[in-house]
């Protein structure tokens, strides 16, 4: 590679990053070294990175800088090893941040996305990602979103698709449907409104057709890590049970035994006996039944209604209930009746929409017991407790356990008597054995304008009318107002007026558009051939997939992984993938961090504070400032950094290089301004210790005896960077090439036969190695070695010398009463006589030993050697 400006480079003692990164770049792109074909090169093994693509928010931060150097160095190691790469990149472009921005700003959601998308692209090529930019997506613009259209009709015509009602959280204000996680003590996130409880008719993807084939695969994604297999086993959540129906007990008039009987799930049907009351969800039609003439029953439904249902309100939630005044009748017990609640942590979407209250085999119906003074009948004896004295305290017994004081079913264990219990049941006709599965159906209806259309059309005679393939993409209109609040598409004049497909009758588009998460769970697909007239190619498709690594954050571990599981196995049922599983390969890093500040209410960015001494002020004015803790960044609390700053005053290798080296990658680590500066240094350093090797380094080319030592530790480094890029551990990496930098800074100035032709094959080891984390600077110090020679992006990665990486000598420390005396190197594995002869020739260790006797010999093969000594 012939470089005119090497001479002017050779000369400089710095690495003039500024200059030269963007320098590397384009060579690069004029290269077009990174662009693979949509069908895999049939000549090479092909490896497919992706990382989770980023929201165009405006700007990157550094915790994607994290993310995607993490993605880089996996990509670029593999290519150095001979593989086809594909590294692509795209934009999960829809949102409520780009409506919120319309109605803050003015301006329309599409131009604020594309303009972000611009700022923040310019922002990730400022950062040398091996980046496949002629693949590019934005899941906003119609040749995405058009063939999800597509995708969508094809799934309903499979039966994957379904409308129908469903009770949602509705923000008046908003005029929009709330997910659980966005409603706050009662209120909408964003507009503070009271969320009312809403029926609306939605569109659901059928999830729960894949329930047991999506646990399953599971099984067989040992690439993943085991917290996320795990928390995707729960969310799907099978358990084995059973379905009991209750009848009312003598009901009030109004009311029919068998009409308006309760059914339950439960997974421990050998409680039975233990019942102490029923709770019902405040939307179970019972409850809705009871609120209708009771106002006091309605107020209650009311209060539950405005409470967030996720999973965290609900375990933080106070417990509280409202007694309805019926009774039940215990199916295995008829002589024993219990009371039915309406419980605001009964849920209709979970189970049944009701629950049999068991106090003593579960913490929280017990708390609920005591809380309201009800029975709490004893049935499970814990072992080593006697059943005339024992008696249920504080804590339900959720250990091992007998039945007892449960009638045919006393003195079984919990799974002998949970068959019993099945058996009984079905026996009376008043229940039956199921599996049940915690996973529900995915609602994808959003009563926003920036989504991707439902491309289904609604008439009158016809009903619900898919639309007609060829007038996709159903595409959003651009004049379009947010002056009025909820979905600006419900107030278009003419969009949503059409003729219907099958009657040619005036009929209406579908104002819904689809849950961003439907966006991001075909992705990875579509960048096989993103400029396909189809959702996928089938060849580019089977040739890519599945993902070999994917990278993301743990907080999609289970939604975004687990839609995206899903679509792969609706895609397989419509013919568009031939895999059930998107990602072979996946890792999730830590988050970044950074201390916040505080001047009173206001937060206040980094840049804008200074730390003189032990006290932190404010730039402008001088005063002191609050320093919270270091936690994840973010734009409520400005504790944010942004790359751009850091490449301005670093280069970017050196960002690259301190989100890589500070700690694992799957650990948060903490950004500081120290660590980075250190890198930074580190960076120089390394430049100039090649450019001292080129300078002087070039007629000695046989390899001797004086340059044994630094090769042998050249080529372990070799071996141990392969293994940590391997085994995803890239701090190790970087802290292997560290002691490979020293021990070339060691040999610099010193002589002998073969040392300089083993400083320059330390630095041409150094320059490969680190190409996947500063790719930059080691297209540098490869033009300063081989000015004539390729990139180091062309070449292969190096090998190391097996007969090298061998121990052939070993420091031995000699201790005398157990301190430290001296040294002595030996062969591995030595005599234990001649180690210890030398090793009291040691001068030092022999004047310790003078005129003592030697009492005892300890010695620790190839570590230490102690001598007692006495006298």
């Known amino acids: 590679m012939s470089d005119m400006t090497a001479n002017n480079i050779s000369e400089s003692s710095n690495f003039d990053f500024h200059a030269r990164e963007p320098h590397w770049q384009a060579r690069w792109a004029e290269a077009d070294i990174f662009h693979v074909p949509d069908v895999p090169p049939a000549d090479k093994p092909k490896y497919y990175v992706l990382e989770m693509f980023p929201y165009p928010s405006g700007q990157l ?69 091996s980046l496949d930019w002629k693949r590019e997506i934005a899941t906003c613009l119609p040749d995405y979103y058009g063939q999800q259209q597509k995708l969508f009709l094809d799934m309903l015509a499979a039966g994957l698709v379904e409308r129908r009602d469903s009770s949602v959280n509705w923000d008046p204000v908003d005029q929009t449907v709330l997910a659980n996680e966005q409603v706050v003590d009662g209120r909408g996130w964003r507009s503070g409104a009271l969320v009312e409880k809403k029926t609306l008719s939605q569109w659901f993807l059928k999830i729960t057709d894949f329930a047991e084939p999506l646990l399953e695969g599971l099984k067989e994604l040992d690439k993943w890590p085991e917290r996320v297999r795990t928390m995707q086993e729960r969310w799907i959540g099978r358990s084995e049970g059973a ?34 009351f029923i709770g019902i969800a405040a939307d179970h039609p019972l409850a809705r039944k009871i609120a209708a003439s009771n106002p006091e029953a309605q107020s209650f439904v009311e209060e539950c209604q405005r409470v967030g249902t996720s999973e965290e309100a609900l375990s933080t939630m106070e417990k509280r209930g409202f007694d309805t005044g019926l009774r039940v009748v215990n199916p295995l017990n008829p002589e024993q009746t219990a009371p039915v609640w309406i419980a605001n942590f009964v849920l209709t ?35 080593g407790e006697e059943e005339a004295s024992f008696t249920v305290g504080k804590k339900a017994v959720t250990g091992e356990a007998t039945l007892y004081n449960s009638g045919f079913l006393s003195g079984k264990n919990t799974k002998e008597a949970i068959r019993a219990a099945i058996e009984r049941v079905e026996e009376l006709g008043v229940g039956q054995g199921v599996t049940n599965w915690r996973l529900r159906d995915w609602g994808i209806s959003r009563q926003r304008y920036w989504g991707c259309p439902i491309p289904i059309i609604y008439c009158d005679s016809c009903g619900a009318v898919p639309v007609p393939e060829d007038q996709l993409p159903v595409t959003l209109p651009e004049d379009v107002s947010f002056d009025t609040p909820g979905n600006p598409l419900d107030h278009h004049p003419t969009w949503k007026h059409v003729s219907c497909p099958k009657c040619g009758e005036a009929a209406r588009r579908e104002t819904d558009t689809c849950d961003t998460f439907v966006d991001s769970s075909w992705y990875f697909a579509r960048f096989t051939a993103p400029k396909a007239a189809t959702p996928t190619d089938r060849k580019a498709a ?26 792969t196995r609706a895609m397989k049922k419509t013919g568009h993938l031939d895999v059930s599983e998107p990602f072979a390969g996946l890792f999730t890093q830590g988050m970044v961090t950074h201390e916040s500040y505080r001047d009173g209410s206001q937060w206040l960015y980094p840049e ?78 390394l430049y100039r210790q090649v450019q001292a090797v080129a300078a002087k380094d070039k007629a000695d080319a046989a390899h001797g ?167």
């Open 542 to 567: 089977d040739g890519w997939l599945a993902v070999d690594q994917y990278i993301g954050g743990i907080e999609h571990a289970i939604l975004h992984l687990l839609y995206a599981r899903f679509f």
């Open 608 to 685: 804008e504070v200074e730390h003189r001494g032990d006290v932190v002020v404010r730039k402008d004015n001088g005063n002191p400032v609050t320093v919270g803790r270091s936690e994840k960044m973010s734009k409520s609390k400005r504790n944010t950094v942004s790359p751009v700053e850091i490449i301005e005053r670093y280069g970017a290798d050196t960002a690259r290089w301190f989100v890589l080296s500070d700690s694992p990658p799957e650990r948060d680590m903490e950004w500081t301004a120290a660590g980075v500066a250190a890198s930074g240094r580190f960076m120089q350093r």
């Open 243 to 276: 379905k009991v129906r209750f009848s009312l007990h003598n009901p009030p008039q109004g009311y029919d035994v068998d009409g308006d009987s309760i059914e339950v799930f439960t997974t421990r049907p050998d409680t039975l006996f233990g019942l102490s």
């Open 349 to 383: 979407e979970y189970g049944t929409g009701a629950v049999f209250g068991c106090p003593c085999g579960d913490q929280r119906d017990l708390d609920f017991a005591r809380k309201y003074g009800l029975d709490v009948p004893s049935v499970l004896l814990p072992a």
């Open 705 to 871: 005896a004086a340059g044994e030592d630094l090769r042998q530790v050249t080529h372990r480094t070799i071996a141990a960077v392969t293994e940590a890029l391997e085994g995803f551990t890239p701090n190790v990496a970087v802290a292997r090439l560290h002691e490979l930098s020293s021990a070339l800074g060691d040999a610099e100035g010193k002589d002998g036969e073969g040392l300089s032709a083993a400083r320059r094959e330390a630095a041409y080891v150094l320059a490969m190695l680190i190409s996947p984390m500063m790719p930059h600077l080691a297209e540098e110090l490869m033009l300063l070695l081989e000015p004539e020679g390729p990139m180091v992006v062309e070449r292969s990665w190096p090998e190391a010398d097996e007969s090298l990486l061998a121990v052939k000598k070993v420091t031995i420390a000699v201790q005398v009463l157990g301190k430290l005396r001296g040294t002595i190197t030996c062969a591995p594995d030595e005599a234990k006589d001649a180690v210890l002869a030398q090793a009291k020739a040691e001068p030092n260790v022999a004047k310790a030993l003078e005129g003592k006797r030697i009492v005892k010999e300890i010695h620790v093969p190839n570590r230490i050697v102690n001598f007692v000594v006495a006298g």
């Open 61 to 129: 931060h550094v915790g994607h800088v994290r993310n995607y150097t993490l993605g880089d160095v996996v990509a670029r190691y593999r290519r150095a090893r001979g593989y086809a790469v594909m590294h692509p990149m795209g934009w999960d472009a829809f949102g409520l941040p780009a409506e919120n921005a319309a109605r803050e700003r003015g301006v329309h959601p599409g131009k604020w996305t594309l303009q972000n998308i611009d700022t923040m692209r310019g922002t990730l090529q400022r950062l040398g990602f």
